[in-house]
């Protein structure tokens, strides 16, 4: 099919298109139909145990890919009470890394390191040696047009309200945001935020509401505070107890948060600790280009990219776009896992800081 859309006004690519766009239908005739649909997401904080475990991982694959841009890295953490194990499999032609040292960064000395790692499979690795992909999966990309970052309101909401607090208080910390948005004939022209949870850490209930209402003034004019807006604050109650004294952690389990919120399909595996050769990190980096891009091209509202991979091979089995619900094929980029990497330069090693706070931004 033609990929491209003729729609008059499909996409809107800058917030000052989506004002004016307001604008022109806001006088139309009533012939463009309005939609609204309820999206809630939520972020978490870099403190929150499972994001400490995703940046010691990432953290552990920079340290090698410094010294060896080369490494297959696979590494977990898990972690709870006092307690923390690191295992997986890593190949390198480096030396041997401390990484109790660099896990130690993360944590307080309280904490009990055990390491367990072995190299990777020669039967995985034969399929890696060739080009071939490092695992088979379905990993998915997403771009709309609802603002200049191109990802879903309510996520980008949940993710503001997090690194507001964060860069306050730097704790153990959650908050979720519940939106009405408004499209007049399926674009996006508005959000009116409908409910606020916010837990977090060492943070009073008191001041948390004060935190929240200067927070809200700083929102673009096309997000509104809904009349019926309520929020739920340390719903029970104000808390000291956090990270891993109070929960466990876990890579990779915060997948949906490292992505683009619940709207989107998650297809692949996790992130964190994986080196490019992985195609669950590599391939969904690559899958959030074309979709941008596409969005760009066609103007679209939303785009939707699905690639998917078998292990050993170098080519994706599936490699499709859905541009604003048309179902289109990909062409003009170099999709093997060698190619991904080169594109986008993914060997450098600053995979931890990347781990914080969402890997599509």
Not at 228 to 237: H, K, L, T, V
């Amino acid at each position: 099919m033609n990929c491209q859309q003729p729609t008059v006004w499909q996409g809107a690519n800058s917030v000052q298109e989506r004002k004016d766009m307001k604008q022109f239908i806001s006088l139309s005739d009533g012939s463009l139909q309005t939609k609204i649909v309820t999206r809630t997401a939520e972020f978490v904080s870099p403190k929150h145990p499972d994001k400490i475990c995703d940046q010691i991982s990432d953290a552990i694959l920079d340290a090698y890919l410094a010294k060896d841009k080369h490494a297959r890295v696979a590494v977990d953490v898990m972690a709870a009470h006092n307690q923390m194990l690191i295992t997986g499999e890593i190949t390198s032609s480096t030396e041997a890394i401390d990484i109790q040292k660099i896990a130690r960064k993360y944590v307080d000395e309280k904490m009990r390191i055990g390491v367990n790692i072995a190299k990777q499979s020669p039967e995985i690795a034969r399929g890696v040696d060739v080009g071939g992909a490092g695992d088979q999966g379905i990993m998915v990309g997403y771009a709309c047009a609802e603002n200049d970052d191109y990802m879903p309101t309510e996520y980008l909401l949940a993710r503001g309200l997090c690194q507001y607090i964060y860069d306050r208080y730097s704790f153990d910390g959650k908050t979720q945001v519940t939106v009405d948005l408004v499209y007049y004939n399926n674009v996006f022209v508005s959000a009116n935020i409908k409910h606020i949870v916010i837990s977090w850490q060492n943070v009073s209930k008191i001041i948390l509401i004060k935190l929240l209402k200067k927070w809200t003034k700083t929102l673009p004019e096309n997000i509104k505070i809904s009349a019926d807006y309520s929020y739920n604050i340390n719903p029970a109650g104000d808390w000291s107890i956090g990270g891993f004294d109070a929960d466990s952690g876990l890579t990779g389990r915060k997948i949906v948060v490292d992505n683009y919120g619940p709207r989107v399909p998650v297809g692949g595996g996790a992130f964190s600790g994986k080196d490019p050769s992985k195609v669950d990190r590599s391939a969904a980096y690559m899958a959030r280009k074309i979709a941008v891009d596409y969005l760009k091209k066609h103007r679209a509202n939303e785009v939707i990219v699905n690639i998917a991979y078998a292990l050993g091979r170098v080519e994706p089995v599936d490699a499709t776009a859905y541009i604003d619900g048309h179902k289109c094929g990909i062409a003009g980029y170099d999709l093997s896992p060698n190619g991904i990497i080169s594109q986008l330069d993914l060997l450098r090693p600053n995979y931890a800081e990347r781990a914080k706070w969402g890997h599509h931004l």
